[in-house]
């Protein structure tokens, strides 16, 4: 005797016990409750492409703290929703293949401009909000597509989306993105009091090299010369510098492979006193 009956999805209990208890401590959470001692990287990361590199740095970078990562479809909303619709399932299924802890935004706006004032504004709930804002460089550099011990993963996705990430982004963001409009967006990001993080040259990082390097590989800080009395009278960008500086320095791979250095040039006036 055989019993068939058709299949039903009922529902992942857990799921909903998950909800209530996020939505229950989210409104507990409070702004005017935080305190310095337990500050943790609120992270946006503004992507123009699939970087594997930045990516992954920035979820090393987080250390327990939210991770967005942004992305924006330049057009008109609707000839522009169908995209986004493709590009929010295409980072989904990034962050679901390579087991980074992060959130995916994805915004539809007429210019990069106002795209990216909307991701800053809008991300995040609650007292969970991104304040640190990291961005590429506005001219364009070689990506590296390849993620860290994953093999293969773009085939393994193969999705047109995610493909799209990769190339079809990158000339829109190359036609739109000049200095004067890389400028103007981080002219917005400092008005809306965001820390602001420029990442430049992240196709040379190379985690495997960095293992057996001789001699080891090091984090560097660069303090300005006019900020040379950061030890008496730190200000917040030293201050953000360093702490991001060792925040990385914790995660293990970090803490195994690389050492932390602070570094800072001196001035002219330095220099003749000296000699």
């Not at 909800?19 to 310095?36: C, F, P, T």
Request: glycine residues 6%; neutral net charge.
């Amino acid at each position: 005797i055989h019993y068939i009956s058709p299949i039903h999805s009922w529902g992942d209990i857990t799921q909903a016990l998950i909800y209530h208890q996020v939505r229950k401590y989210l409104l507990r959470l409070h702004l005017s409750k935080e305190h310095v001692k337990f500050w943790r990287p609120q992270v946006l990361l503004l992507v123009r492409h699939m970087d594997a590199n930045l990516i992954d740095f920035c979820n090393d970078l987080k250390k327990g703290g939210l991770y967005v990562i942004g992305d924006v479809v330049v057009g008109d909303f609707d000839s522009s929703i169908n995209e986004r619709a493709q590009r929010m399932l295409a980072w989904d299924a990034l962050i679901d293949e390579t087991k980074i802890k992060a959130f995916s935004e994805v915004v539809v706006a007429p210019d990069l401009r106002t795209g990216t004032a909307n991701l800053v504004m809008l991300s995040g709930i609650g007292a969970m909000k991104p304040r640190t804002i990291v961005m590429p460089f506005y001219k364009a550099e070689p990506t590296t597509h390849e993620w860290p011990g994953v093999s293969n993963h773009i085939a393994a996705l193969g999705q047109e989306g995610f493909r799209a990430l990769q190339w079809d982004n990158e000339e829109k963001w190359g036609a739109k993105l000049d200095r004067d409009s890389f400028g103007k967006i981080v002219g917005d990001l400092i008005t809306m009091r965001k820390n602001v993080v420029i990442a430049r040259n992240f196709h040379a990082l190379n985690k495997d090299t960095a293992k057996i390097a001789l001699p080891q590989q090091s984090i560097d800080i660069w303090i300005p010369p006019h900020l040379h009395d950061v030890l008496e009278n730190p200000g917040p960008t030293v201050s953000l510098t360093c702490t991001l500086g060792s925040v990385l320095k914790m995660q293990d791979f970090w803490a195994k492979y690389c050492r932390l250095r602070l570094c800072s040039a001196a001035s002219s006036d330095s220099v003749d006193s000296c000699m």
